[in-house]
T-cell receptor, first 114, second 114 residues
């Protein structure tokens, strides 16, 4: 099955700096890569996603890049703010023989220091 | 607020017992997904339903079962509960349930097994 690895597990940045979180996946059939932000005790919230026919997508301070050849995708947050502090999860999904499959990375705890 | 609702918010029960978690998807969404989030295993995909039928299975134990009703709400049944079943259980919904569909998460049910 699919294996999604996420790095780093923790990340601290100064307010205003950029943060980058990287994920790798193993199954070349994966075709959808969302990123979720989860604050303590709350639900995961989709912040950006990318499909396998696109290499890069940007939404204000957040961008995601996808390298299908290398099987990795990254989340970039620019001009970080204290409210960006949360756990971020990457995910990969694909349609399999027995139905869709969804795999999540282990999460990155981001702390933005004011 | 994602529009996905889950009840109850918290559930405390004893080992060996059985519980039912309930989820109502966003208006217009036909597919429902169940996830388990524990401290040591991150987010694990359990099962997906689309318009009343099972569409995909993930790492769901045989002690667990789910169904989606004609009004599209879904229930996750957990039986013969063990201490290790203590976790946050999230439901998510999407419009068509494809592998590239955006999923919207509910607020979760925190299950504590004593």
């Amino acid at each position: 099955g699919e294996n999604v690895e996420q790095h780093p597990s923790t990340l601290s940045v100064q307010e205003g700096d950029s943060a980058v979180i990287k994920c790798t996946y193993s199954d070349s059939a994966s075709n959808y890569f969302p990123w979720y932000k989860q604050e303590l005790g709350k639900r995961p919230q989709l912040i950006i996603d990318i499909r396998s026919n696109v290499g890069e997508k940007k939404d204000q301070r957040i961008a995601v890049t996808l390298n299908k050849t290398a099987k990795h995708f990254s989340l970039h947050i620019t001009e970080t703010q204290p409210e960006d502090s949360a756990v971020y999860f990457c995910a990969a999904s694909r349609r399999g023989n027995t139905g869709n499959q969804f795999y999540f990375g282990t999460g990155t705890s981001l702390t933005v220091i004011p | 607020d994602s529009g996905v609702t889950q009840t109850p918010k918290h559930l405390i029960t004893a080992t060996g017992q059985r519980v039912t978690l309930r989820c109502s998807p966003r208006s217009g969404d036909l597919s429902v997904y169940w996830y388990q989030q524990s401290l040591d295993q991150g987010l694990q995909f359990l099962i997906q339903y689309y318009n009343g039928e099972e569409r995909a299975k993930g790492n769901i134990l045989e002690r667990f079962s789910a169904q989606q009703f004609p009004d599209l709400h879904s229930e996750l049944n957990l039986s013969s509960l063990e201490l290790g079943d203590s976790a946050l259980y999230f439901c998510a919904s999407s419009v068509q349930g494809t592998s590239t569909d955006t999923q919207y998460f509910g607020p979760g049910t925190r299950l504590t097994v004593l």
